[in-house]
């Protein structure tokens, strides 16, 4: 038999301001996140935009020798898990470590130390003949993914299964979901899964620059990521982490702790077809859907929201809608659907996870976040998007999907407690 999965913590640092109450607030605004690059001078490149964290280490608590040391998607995801882990109450002392779970993601790792290391080592890129005595001593951990949980392990005594996945965009669903067939198959009791990354470096913007995917509206930042829009030109690049914790559902109630919802389902998919192409009919991404939906025994019709990738690109978009026609059929005609990449950008691997938070605090308030920006229809796009304000809704089942470059498509599914119909 296997076992019902309950989320009972989470934690986010996100463009906006770092914590679950920051979050929401900036959510259902409607606000945006995004504007001009302060981290680096980005004269030169085609896209000159993101949505960055205003983010303190020393002020979040962390190590002054470890904020030194650890790149900054590591301190990311060590203050979104504390938050996580102290609003599900377990007390890490007192649970069976072996019974203790990481599942973590990421889709660039340590890109933004290696890439500033290098330039040290290398006198500006100057030198092929680079000085190892420039480098920081443990420039190794930025070079490892597998650092991203490991070092949530060790921050918690987690010493159950470890892992760090790394699926591209659909990384932090996909650890998410990991973690949930972790719990499900009996593995652990606990799992702290999510993801984080910070991609806003010289070279991760120039990759994808040069494959056009990222909007240059460098004019009007505020107003440049604009999901379904028919004036979409490119996502805004954006950084961020988001961690869950998930817990066996009745170790979760044998202890007393506050359950926000369940995990009832996931499924991922690969399109075997392009790196970065898509192909328009979206099926790869119904069969997420429908696998997700199968595996909680739940009717099409009683999905409440649709949390969508929405990254801003004409074929993304395009294929997710396809995909939710075809996997909601006439249903997804009535269903609401938005994106907060809007809001809060594009962080590669972290999003997936920020998004599985926002669902959650969406269960949590029954309100839809909006799709901000979201004016132009587009005949191509013709579902509900939601645009511009949240929505008070009844919210029981709530579908998120991803879609990463390597054909990835992913869906997790989040019911309220008792909003499954089996």
């Not at 044998?254 to 009919?281: S, V």
């Not at 929405?310 to 075809?326: I, L, P, Y």
Request: aromatic share 6%.
């Amino acid at each position: 038999m296997t076992r019902r999965v309950a989320v009972t913590g989470i934690g986010v640092v996100a463009p906006g301001g770092t914590g679950t109450t920051a979050f929401w607030n900036l959510l259902s605004s409607g606000r945006t996140a995004t504007r001009g690059i302060t981290l680096f001078d980005p004269a030169g490149l085609r896209s000159r935009i993101a949505a960055e964290c205003d983010f303190d280490p020393l002020a979040h608590g962390l190590d002054p020798t470890l904020s030194q040391h650890a790149d900054r998607y590591i301190q990311f995801a060590m203050v979104a898990a504390d938050e996580a882990v102290r609003d599900s109450g377990f007390a890490t002392g007192a649970q069976d470590p072996w019974r203790v779970a990481v599942s973590l993601g990421s889709a660039v790792g340590g890109t933004t130390r290696l890439e500033h290391d290098y330039v040290q080592v290398s006198s500006g890129g100057q030198r092929w003949d680079v000085d190892h005595r420039a480098a920081d001593p443990e420039l190794h951990r930025a070079f490892c993914p597998s650092t991203l949980a490991a070092t949530v392990a060790e921050q918690f005594g987690a010493q159950g299964p470890v892992q760090t996945v790394s699926t591209g965009c659909t990384s932090g669903i996909d650890a998410v979901g990991y973690a949930f067939h972790t719990i499900e198959e009996g593995r652990a009791d606990i799992c702290i899964a999510g993801a984080s990354d910070s991609p806003i470096s010289p070279i991760t913007m120039a990759c994808f620059d040069a494959i056009k995917a990222t909007s240059d509206n460098n004019d009007d930042p505020e107003h440049a990521s604009k999901p379904f829009d028919a004036r979409r030109n490119g996502f805004v690049m954006g950084e961020g982490a988001a961690v869950l914790v998930l817990e066996d559902y009745e170790h979760a109630r044998a202890r007393g702790a506050h359950i926000y919802c369940e995990i009832g389902g996931y499924a991922t998919f690969g399109n075997a077809y392009h790196m970065t192409g898509l192909t328009c009919e979206g099926l790869e991404m119904a069969r997420a859907i429908d696998s997700t939906l199968d595996q909680a025994r739940l009717d099409p019709t009683l999905i409440d929201y649709v949390n969508a990738h929405g990254s801003g690109t004409k074929q993304n978009d395009r294929h997710e809608t396809a995909a939710v026609k075809r996997s909601l059929g006439a249903h997804a005609y009535d269903t609401p659907m938005s994106s907060i990449k809007s809001m809060v950008g594009h962080s590669l691997g972290a999003i997936g996870a920020i998004e599985v938070v926002a669902c959650v605090l969406a269960v949590k308030h029954q309100v839809v976040p909006p799709t901000a920006n979201y004016e132009t229809p587009d005949p191509e796009c013709d579902l509900d998007y939601v645009p511009r304000t949240a929505r008070e809704r009844r919210l029981r089942n709530v579908l998120s999907v991803g879609s990463g470059f390597g054909g990835f498509q992913s869906a997790v599914l989040l019911t309220g407690v008792g909003g499954r119909k089996r």
